[in-house]
């Protein structure tokens, strides 16, 4: 979902559809390690669900650009693609914190994210950029038709 960085911050969207809780809320919900995190991924080619849970999850203030604190991983996705971005800051269109100096993810990819060098996962991109994807799926497609991400009480 390309939206700007003040988009990201307060939320966006349609509880029923595509919606962002809004990484300010993100940040204080996940404060103390309250909450597991999991991401359900249904494979674009063959329509398989697959998820993937982190035990530990939290996403810091806005004046650590919201970065992304992750461990724990478990699921039957086969590979630990958000593990690549563990420890990165949030990136919008607008915003570029990122690990490239010469490419904006975000931009690139069609949505926010929290983005190394863009990455091995990116479960909040345009579908039709060709950049919804979760890298080494079961059956070897990466692209995805559906993503959800769930906070769950640990």
């Known amino acids: ?14 509880p029923s559809g595509n919606y962002w809780l ?11 390690y309250r909450y597991k995190l999991r991401i359900d991924l249904q494979q674009r ?7 993937a ?4 999850f939290r996403v810091q203030s806005e004046a650590y650009n919201y970065t992304l604190l992750v461990e724990g991983f478990s699921g039957n996705a086969s590979y630990d693609a958000l593990g690549y971005h563990r420890v990165e800051q ?10 490239w100096s010469s490419v904006n993810c975000a931009a ?12 091995e996962c990116n479960v909040n991109g345009a579908r039709s950029t060709g950049r919804f994807y979760w890298q080494d ?14 906070l769950q009480c640990r």
Request: aromatic share 24%; glycine share 14%.
């Open 45 to 51: 080619d063959t329509g398989n669900w697959y998820y």
């Open 22 to 32: 809004g990484n300010d809320l993100l940040s204080q919900l996940t404060a103390n």
């Open 90 to 99: 949030f990136t919008t269109f607008d915003r570029d914190n990122d690990w």
């Open 53 to 56: 849970e982190y035990r530990w």
């Open 108 to 119: 690139y990819s069609g949505g926010g994210f929290w983005w190394q060098s863009c990455g």
């Open 137 to 150: 799926l079961p059956g070897g497609t990466w692209n995805l038709q559906l993503s959800r991400m769930w």
């Open 1 to 14: 979902m390309n939206r700007s960085w003040a988009q990201y911050k307060v939320g966006f969207g349609d």
